[in-house]
C-alpha cells in the first residue's frame, strides 16, 4: 500500500487523568488499497489520532505507536498486555514532559474485532495467537505502520524515542525517513494469562523483551 494524502481534520485540548495533552485527528487516503493478500476487505482510508504533550521539537520526544485493542484498553483484559502498555506509554510522557502518542484503528493486529474474537475462540482450543490468525486465513500481523510515520512527518517530527518491543515499527518509521535515535523498551511485568501470548511474540514475530517466557 502506498499513502497518496494525510490531513489533519482536527486538533482540540485533551485534559486526562495523566496529564494534559492536544488531541490530534488524521485522515491518511491511500493510493492502493491498504491491506494485501490474507489481510481482509481492503482500505480506502484509515484515521488514526495523536495524543501530543509538550515541546516535540527541542530533543527527540518520546513517541509510543499504539495499535487499537478494545479488549485490552477498554475492558481491561488479561489475555494481552495492550492496556498496561497504553498505561506504561502515556507515564514515560508525562514524566518526560514531551512525547506523543499516535493510536492507530488497528484491531487484533489488523484483522478487525469479529475476526480477533474468532482468533480467541481458536485460542481457547490450544492454538497460539499467530496459528490462530493463519487458520482464519491471515497473516500473523497484518499491520503496516505508514500512517504514524506521515504523521510524524506531517507534525515536523525527523528522530524520534519509540516505546516499542516491535523492531517493524521500527523499521516502518526509519523507512519513512523518521529516525529511530532510540528503542525504549514496553516491557510490562508479565502475567500468568498473558505470559504464552508474549512469549509468542518474542519467539515468532521477533519482539525484543529481556524477559524470557517459558512454554
Given amino acids: 500500500m502506498a499513502i497518496a494524502s494525510v490531513h489533519k481534520v482536527a486538533d482540540a485540548d485533551f485534559p486526562t487523568r495523566w496529564g494534559h495533552f492536544r488531541i490530534l485527528g488524521f485522515e491518511g487516503a491511500y493510493t492502493a488499497p491498504a491491506a494485501g493478500p490474507g489481510c481482509g476487505v481492503p482500505q480506502e482510508k484509515e484515521e488514526a489520532v495523536a495524543l501530543v504533550m509538550g515541546d516535540i521539537?527541542?530533543?527527540?520526544?518520546?513517541?509510543?505507536?499504539?495499535?487499537?485493542?478494545l479488549t485490552g484498553d477498554v475492558f481491561h483484559s488479561l489475555r494481552c498486555?495492550?492496556?498496561l502498555q497504553l498505561e506504561l506509554a502515556l507515564g514515560k510522557i508525562v514524566e518526560a514532559g514531551a512525547g506523543i502518542l499516535i493510536y492507530e484503528q488497528q484491531e487484533g493486529r489488523g484483522i478487525g474485532l469479529m475476526a480477533k474474537?474468532?482468533?480467541?475462540?481458536?485460542?481457547?482450543?490450544g492454538l497460539d495467537t499467530v496459528e490462530a490468525n493463519l487458520e482464519l486465513g491471515f497473516q500473523a500481523d497484518c499491520r503496516e505502520?505508514?500512517?504514524?510515520?506521515?504523521?510524524?512527518?506531517?507534525?515536523?517530527?525527523t528522530s524520534v524515542r519509540?516505546?516499542?518491543?516491535?523492531p517493524e515499527k521500527v523499521a516502518a518509521l526509519e523507512a519513512a525517513g523518521v529516525h529511530v535515535a532510540e528503542r525504549v523498551s514496553a516491557?510490562?511485568?508479565?502475567?500468568?494469562t498473558f505470559e504464552q501470548y508474549l512469549r509468542v511474540k518474542q519467539e515468532k514475530m521477533g519482539?525484543?523483551?529481556?524477559?524470557?517466557?517459558?512454554?
Fill in 117 to 125: 474474537l474468532r482468533a480467541y475462540e481458536l485460542q481457547d482450543q
Fill in 81 to 83: 498486555d495492550c492496556r
Fill in 57 to 69: 521539537h527541542a530533543a527527540p520526544p518520546l513517541v509510543r505507536i499504539h495499535s487499537q485493542c
Fill in 162 to 166: 519509540l516505546i516499542t518491543n516491535n
Fill in 145 to 157: 505502520f505508514e500512517l504514524p510515520g506521515e504523521i510524524l512527518r506531517q507534525l515536523g517530527v
Fill in 187 to 192: 516491557e510490562v511485568p508479565a502475567q500468568e
Fill in 207 to 215: 519482539h525484543i523483551f529481556d524477559s524470557t517466557f517459558t512454554a
